[in-house]
């Protein structure tokens, strides 16, 4: 582990395990990161200031009312800092983080805190077990935190059962990794779709389709932790700590990523974008009346990955727009239902795309709304590589280390 000159933020709150921190420190010093550490008022019953500030070698952080310099301390510690961890992480701070409460440093700091957080809880295992902490952390991993979950044994309260700190070794690795992997798409801008359009037919009823918006969540999820500025262009409702914009048609899909075509230097599409709309939008509730049969007129909808391919191809303005990428990676998906091969390569070279992601919807255990996924990357140049079936989160770090890397 190598973590020379890397800011770690240590946050630790009012559990026993705050005790195991002080070693934590010298782990961390030793592999050249600097640290600072912030402490609950909790946290100091169980170890001490002096500690603290001695291995880390710097102040250690409590008050949010003592500032040393002109910006107030939390966000002065936000900005300065590359990854936050906190550990041990009580269930009354999680609950806090997940309300936005900002009553103590601490909590102000993550309030103000838009990097990589890495969160390990430590807690009696009946409180671990409750609903209201284990939601609170699906939201807080839904934010893009990453938790580190505590081990099973003897806990300090007398119990046995699952409420241990994880282990200093996993908390090392895991923020070792964090740092290195956010290094990898650092100053790029990623733009991917997700989720089915949905076409208004009249105020009540829509066309639409199955995709979940699962596999653009998780592309979205990895590319922010691998250091990238995210948007994500998404028909779903989506809490995120990246830039989310919310669209409905496919031609507000198509008007989003436009906008945010120039600027950016890897646009994926793994929107279900609907080939058609509807050609007259009723404006008032379509009533059946004496009618057996109702017939809806369709028309083609804009192909938004085709166009974007196009685009690529037409000669840079000279000189480029203000933040303008040049040499954009370009990457659709597609979902078929029968000879995924033969349709992946002919859609690859009719859009003009550099990778087609392919996706077999005749299995009913990966694709639409699973969490798994099972997927074969096509790219221009005829390469066919397959990605054994894993956790739509796997195979997003697959795709984006494979197409940043050919
Ligand atoms: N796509 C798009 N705009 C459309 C339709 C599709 O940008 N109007 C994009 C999708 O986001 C995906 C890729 O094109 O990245 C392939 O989508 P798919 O539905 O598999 O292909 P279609 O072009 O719609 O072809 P078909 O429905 O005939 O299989």
Redesign the pocket.
Known sequence: MTLQNQHILIGITGGIAAYKICELIRMFKKSGADVKVIVTPNALNFVTKLTLQNLSQNDVYEGEFTPKNWKPEHISLADWADIMLIAPATANTIGKIVQGIADNLLTSVACAFSKKMIIAPAMNCNMWQNVAVQNNLNILEGRGVEILPPDNGFLACGYIGKGRLCSLEKICSAVDEALNYQQILKGKKVVI?SGGTIEDIDPVRYISNYSSGKMGLSLAKTAYDMGAEVVLVTTKDVEAPYKVTKVKS?LDMQNAVNNEYDGSDIII?????A?YRVKNYSEQKMKKGGNENLTLELVK?????AELCKKRQAPLPNPLPQGARENKIIV?????SENLIE?AKE?ISK?GCDFLIANDISRKDIGFGSDNNEVTIFDKNGGINKLEKASKQVIARKILEYITNE
């Open positions: 779709t496919a599409m793994a929107a279900a974008v080939d909808n804009p192909d938004i990955l659709g998906f597609c979902a078929e349709n859609k859009k």
